[in-house]
Every structure is written in C-alpha cells, then in structure tokens.
C-alpha cells in the first residue's frame, strides 16, 4: 500500500519513498532554486528538480568540471547520499568558502539520517552565510525532527526575516507546519499571502491543506477545489508523462525481504505480507515493477517497541516514524524502516469493536487516522522471491477488499484513497485527498496520472459532477 501525496511527516528519513509527501514550491531570489524536496525521493520529478537543485549550487567556480562533484551529485540522484558524503567532504575541505557546497552536504548528511552531524553543518553554512533561506528552513526541519521545536520555530522565524515579502518563503515555511500537523500556524504563515490567493493554485493548495488539518473541512475542500480549477486553467502542458517503472533493482528487493524475515524470526515475531507485496506474490510472483517499499502486516499486540527492538541489532535498518497523532497516539497505525534503499512497512492490525468478525489497518493523512477493514484472516505459509513468507490463507479475498474486483488488472495510478474497504463516507474522508492528489498530477504534468485518479475518485464519490468537470477539462487541454 503505498504512501499518498500530501502525508504529513515531521521525522526525516534517510530516503524517502517516491510516494511520500512531495514538497513543489519554487522559491525565488536564490541560486539555489529548491524546487522540491523531491532530493529525497526515489520518485523521476524529485530527481530532476534536485538536477536543477545540485546544478545550480555546485555550477560556480572550481566545481564546474569537477569529476569528484559529478560523482557526488550522481549519488544522491540514486539517492546513495552515504556514498556522496566522503566526496562532498573532500571538496567542501578544499573549498571552505562556498556556502552553497557546505549547504549540499548539510543536506546529504540529513539524508543519511545523521540528524545531529546535518545540524552542525547546517549551522556552519549559516556561519559562512547568515541569510542563507534553505539553511535556516532546513535546519529548522532537523530541529524538529529531533524534538526541539523552540529553536526550530527560531530557525524558520529568522528565515522569514531574512526576505519578510517572499510569498514563497512563507508558502515553503507554510509546508513545513503542514507536514508537522500544525494547520493554524501554517494559516497564520499564509495569511499575508492571500491577497495572492486566487490567481497562484500553489498558495491555494497549501491554504486548503492547512484548513483541513484545523478541522475547517468544507472551507478546506471549497480551496482545494479553487486551486485545482486555477492550476488547470494556468497550467502549461508538455506531452503526456507515464509513471515511470520503479528503478531499485529487483535485487534490492529480495535482500530488503531476506533481511527483514531474518531480523522477525530472530525475534519471534509473525508478520505477513500484504497490499502491493501481495499483490506482486500472486500476480506478478514478484514484486511488481511500480512499488517502492515492502508491506507487512503484524498484529497490534506487538508493540512498537517490540518491532523496533527487532531490528536495532542490524545497521542495514535505519527506523523511521510519523509524528504520533493527538487522540491516536496509543494507535500508532504504522511502523516504518528503512533498508537501504527500500522502505519496510509494518501495518498493525487492530480488532474492529463494532463488528468483531473484521479487523482494520490504519494510515495517518491529512492530520485523520484513515481506516482500512479486512475480514479476519488465517495464516498460511507461501515462497516468494526464494524466501518462506507468512501469507492471508485467502489471499484473493484479501485483495478483492483493498483493490476491488479488477485487482488482477495492474494499475501503477491506483491511489491509496480509493480502496474500496476505507471505512467512512469517501466524502467525508477521502475527497480532499483525491483533490490533493489530482492537483499533484498535474502540477507534475502527469496528465495520465491525472485522468486515471479523476476516474477512481468519480467511482467513489457521490459528487461525479466535480471529477467529471476536471477530467473534461483535462481532455480539452490535451486534444
């Protein structure tokens, strides 16, 4: 099951999974055009964007032909930022003077997960730069990550000082609250930007993001709705962009597996696979081309603590958390680590007290714990990938619940929103996030993407009028 555009995160990973929360505000005035966090992303755009990010820091002097540079920047594209990090300390001691190359190895280190050494990096670029906006962003990010919101509050304060007028400074500012759950700071950050409002879908976007996590939800869904209108309208298109194949090798893939049924079985532990990992087993009989992490399933029984103390022995895995969510703190719907490059995920399993022969996963968005039912199910043991693997006893079944019935027709665009077993009126619960993920597609001229979530969202809402509107939109631009 894979993670929607738009999910709130708070802690830093060492690779972000492609589908996790995309971060597309350009910021201006600066040379180093961070037009996305997508730097820490497997996903195609988010490499190009760090492209244009690394180019336009690392072009200057010395390093415009330099071999060791190259190399660097090709391993962070490949999102290796370990291997980057001995090359960018070499040239950063040859040339202590550049900012902005001090500023991409503050930002290697962060990817790597070395939270504490990217801090005192970052603080050394603003002492060679005091003004420099990303730096202060970033390391106000770190900060909080690490728990110490009043120096990061401090860090993005001083950020706004530095260029008080720039829209996108405060909309850049305004995702960092959003992704830390906080809708009233980011509406108060994005106030000054209104008047703004109705002709930039971006600042529109973020203004119904941060209406949705302060609960204002059909407010929320009204700009949400506006910003999608305004983008289609404004928006320049270039030839139709697929979703590209997944570039981690399969190999990869197979040890993340290996790895992690080893580090389980040490410990005792039972969990089986599920969503797209299931899906690739009786499918594909392998993981299928599109995924990007692997999916487990493990009862909720099993504390957290019990699943991180499975794997701290092993330093391939690097242990990564959504911020716990107010009233579902005790409920902490997944548990996420990193091998190497690939994501592991661990959906815990929850009794469902109003209807006994069920039980549900969960996933937090949007600031609302989404809810996902199965029928209880039997184990049974399966090969996958050269491994034994704890499987649903009816694994079609337990498809049929999360895809629907054209489970066996593969679709790289089906979004988590759209799971027939999501509990709750879709309107209710999943429309903001179809909106969110159309404007997404777009933004990132993936029209296909874009007609494909259109027809998934039209099937599970009561308001075909609005998804038929865009997608005839959609159509007229295109042909």
């Known amino acids: 099951m894979s993670v929607p555009p738009g999910l709130p995160l708070c802690h830093r990973s060492p690779r972000l999974a492609a589908a996790e929360n995309r971060h597309h505000l350009i910021m201006a005035s600066h040379v180093s055009l961070l037009r996305d966090i997508g730097l820490l992303s497997h996903a195609l755009e988010g490499r190009d964007l760090a492209r244009e990010l690394i180019a336009a820091t690392l072009d200057p002097g010395p390093l415009r032909n330099s071999a060791s540079a190259d190399k660097a920047i090709e391993y962070l594209f490949v999102g290796r930022p370990w291997l980057a990090i001995r090359r960018l300390r070499?040239?950063?001691?040859?040339?202590?003077?550049?900012?902005?190359?001090?500023?991409i190895l503050a930002l290697a280190l962060d990817m790597s997960g070395a939270r504490l050494m990217a801090i005192d990096q970052y603080?050394?670029?603003l002492a060679l730069s005091p003004s420099h906006p990303y730096a202060l962003c970033h390391l106000g990010m770190v900060l909080e990550a690490e728990g110490k919101s009043d120096e990061a509050i401090v860090a993005y304060r001083h950020a706004l000082a530095v260029l008080p007028g720039r829209v996108r400074l405060r909309a850049y500012i305004a995702q960092f609250l959003i992704n830390a759950l906080d809708g009233d700071a980011a509406l108060k950050v994005l106030e000054p930007a209104l008047p703004q409002l109705k002709c930039?879908?971006?600042i529109q976007f973020l203004w119904g993001q941060a209406l949705a996590l302060a609960q204002r939800f059909e407010e929320s869904a009204i700009a949400l709705i506006g910003?999608?209108?305004?983008?289609?309208?404004?928006?320049?298109?270039?030839p139709d962009i697929s979703y590209p194949e997944n570039n981690i090798p399969r190999a990869e893939f197979r040890a993340a597996l290996i790895a992690t049924l080893g580090c389980l079985d040490r410990?005792?532990?039972v969990a089986n696979i599920a969503y797209g990992t299931l899906l690739g087993l009786v499918r594909d009989k392998d993981f299928i081309p599109y995924d990007t992490d692997i999916d487990f399933m493990i009862d909720a029984a099993i504390s957290p603590a019990d699943i991180y103390a499975a794997f701290a022995g092993d330093s391939d895995f690097v242990a990564y958390s959504f911020r716990d969510m107010g009233p579902h703190a005790e409920q902490r719907a997944v548990i996420t680590f990193f091998y190497r490059s690939i994501a592991i995920d661990f959906f815990r399993f929850f009794p469902d007290l109003d209807a006994p022969e069920f039980l549900w996963c969960g996933i937090a968005s949007g600031g609302r714990l989404l809810r996902f039912q199965h029928r209880r199910f039997e184990l049974a043991r399966e090969i996958f990938c050269g491994a034994e693997v704890w499987v649903p006893e009816k694994p079609e079944q337990f498809l049929n619940e999360a895809y629907g019935p054209n489970w066996a027709v593969p679709d790289p665009f089906f979004p988590l929103w759209a799971s027939p077993n999501l509990m709750g009126d879709f309107d209710t619960i999943g429309r903001n996030l179809a909106i969110s993920s159309i404007f997404t597609a777009i933004y990132y001229n993936q029209i296909e993407k874009a007609l494909k979530y259109c027809a998934h969202a039209r099937s599970m809402s009561e308001n075909h009028e609005l998804?038929?509107?865009?997608?005839?939109i959609l159509d007229g631009k295109i042909n």
């Open 90 to 103: 070499a040239l950063a001691r040859s040339h202590p003077d550049l900012p902005d190359l001090q500023y």
């Open 467 to 472: 998804f038929d509107e865009i997608a005839q």
């Open 267 to 269: 410990a005792g532990l």
């Open 200 to 202: 930039d879908p971006e």
């Open 227 to 238: 910003s999608l209108r305004t983008l289609i309208q404004s928006h320049e298109y270039r």
């Open 123 to 125: 603080r050394h670029v």
